[in-house]
């Protein structure tokens, strides 16, 4: 298998409408602001859930990335490929590692997913699987590997054990760093349902034997950025489910 593989002046006398004219003048600078910032880490990063599904392009060809390996801090490790067979069937699932893979933007804004790869070299990656028929990743992988499918639509639980969110999506650096979580409130922080990001290392990773991965956290309503709109997936996990609604 290839190596492991993603930012007031004072014035003492001012008239009520000076004072108002001033207000709304720093409330438009600083949505300008926000505007602005939003439009830069829009553009330096890139959601999970719009790598998988994303095709892989190189020399030889193309294949759809079908999951993303991570390492236990939440980082992206490798991308998973299927290739090879015919109308999905008899093929093998492989993972390339990020470190040859590059994520980027063309000039439309589109995602781009590119490896300087053959097809002789990626014959040589380990197989994840070689069964006849595609099976799900799960049952091939080992004990304790951390898989973006095993995040999608994962309960986030407090200290006490109850559910506070279930994680939707995680956007990564282009340099493969996983920045944010994306979240939907569960009823416990108080924001009605609403899809929210948060900083990745608000939350904790753990796994075990007995119950696999678990995401824990203490955030609190204040700690999340409501977004305006659904990011992904229109309130599904990816194998169709819906998110349980705060």
């Not at 996983?178 to 979240?183: F, G, K, Q, R, V």
């Not at 119950?211 to 309503?221: A, E, P, Q, Y």
């Amino acid at each position: 298998m290839l190596n492991k593989l993603m930012l007031t002046t004072s014035i003492a006398l001012i008239s009520t409408t000076a004072l108002a004219t001033a207000q709304a003048q720093d409330a438009g600078m600083q949505a300008e602001m926000e505007t602005s910032a939003e439009a830069t880490m829009s553009s330096d990063m890139v959601k999970a859930s719009d790598i998988v599904g994303a095709d892989l392009e190189y020399a030889d060809g193309a294949s759809a990335i079908t999951d993303i390996r991570m390492n236990d801090a939440g980082d992206p490790e490798a991308l998973v490929i299927s290739r090879g067979g015919f109308l999905g069937l008899f093929d093998e699932e492989v993972a390339v590692s990020t470190v040859a893979a590059s994520i980027a933007h063309d000039a439309e804004g589109e995602l781009v997913v590119t490896a300087s790869l053959t097809d002789a070299q990626l014959e040589d990656a380990e197989a994840i699987q070689d069964s006849p028929f595609v099976v799900s990743i799960e049952d091939q992988r080992e004990d304790g590997d951390l898989f973006y499918s095993d995040l999608t639509g994962a309960a986030i639980l407090n200290d006490a054990g109850e559910t506070i969110a279930h994680l939707e999506d995680v956007k990564f650096t282009l340099s493969g760093e996983t920045e944010y979580a994306i979240i939907r409130d569960g009823g416990f922080l108080g924001l009605g349902g609403e899809v929210g990001l948060v900083d990745f290392n608000e939350l904790e990773l753990a796994y075990s034997a007995e119950t696999g991965w678990t995401v824990t956290s203490d955030i609190t309503g204040d700690d999340v950025r409501v977004m305006e709109e659904t990011p992904i997936n229109t309130g599904a996990y990816l194998d169709g489910r819906q998110f349980p609604r705060g």
